[in-house]
């Protein structure tokens, strides 16, 4: 079976600073995706980003990009210019490319980092 | 579009009462999931739904049952509350076959069970 795991239960960072969230996970899975999701206050689950894991490229999107490690199996996020709507529990969650059985797409999580930004 | 809703927001229920929470979602999405998540443990997932009609378990079934009425609506029934079914309850939509598709969650139920 498939595991994630966050072992940053919190971190906090100042504003306008960077911060890197680290994920690391276990399968046996040559082909993959990775996600990063963020729950504020709300309790909302917002996808930040996703990597699939046959593209060497790591993702960006906007202030946020991942550090994607196959062999070590890390998947990490870093957060640029830190803001603070960016306070929230950040989730890391995967999903095998399971397309021999459609309609099981579902994502295994970790136990979530809690993020602070310090004004 | 209001993408995948859930009722109630909130619930508090004594030992051993039962209580349905309703999912429904907008987007024509085949695949349905109810997940629950505790503090320090993540979303685990509960059941899943690939179709109108089925419905399979997940991680942590025990002392849940589902009922995918229609493509739109799944819903998730305690038959007998216990106190270790406090949690925050989320269901989440996605459509088939591509693994980059992503899922998309609803605003979660808290339910408190004394």
């Known amino acids: 079976a498939q595991t994630v795991t966050q072992s940053q239960p919190e971190m906090s960072v100042q504003e306008a600073e960077t911060v890197t969230l680290s994920c690391t996970y276990d399968t046996s899975e040559s082909d993959y995706y990775l996600f990063w999701y963020k729950q504020p206050p709300s309790r909302q689950m917002i996808l930040v980003i996703r990597q699939e894991a046959y593209k060497q490229q790591n993702a960006t999107e906007n202030r946020f990009s991942v550090n994607f490690q196959k062999a070590a199996k890390s998947f990490s996020l870093k957060i640029s210019d830190s803001q603070l709507g960016d306070a929230a529990m950040y989730f890391c969650a995967y999903r095998r490319t399971n397309i021999s059985n459609f309609g099981n797409e579902k994502l295994t999580f970790g136990t979530g980092t809690r993020l602070t930004i310090i004004p | 579009n209001a993408g995948v809703t859930q009722t109630p927001k909130f619930q508090v229920l004594k030992t051993g009462q039962s209580m349905t929470l309703q999912c429904a979602q907008d987007?024509?999405?085949?695949?349905m999931y109810w997940y629950r998540q505790d503090p320090g443990m993540g979303l685990r997932l509960i059941y899943y739904?690939?179709?109108?009609?089925?419905?399979d378990k997940g991680e942590v079934p025990n002392g849940y049952n589902v009922s995918r009425l229609n493509k739109r609506e799944f819903s998730l029934r305690l038959e007998s509350a216990a106190p270790s079914q406090t949690s925050v309850y989320f269901c989440?939509?996605?459509?088939?076959?591509?693994?980059?598709?992503?899922?998309?969650f609803g605003p979660g139920t808290r339910l408190t069970v004394t």
């Open positions: 989440a939509s996605s459509e088939w076959g591509l693994a980059e598709t992503e899922q998309y």
């Open positions: 987007m024509n999405h085949n695949s």
């Open positions: 739904s690939a179709s109108e009609g089925t419905t």
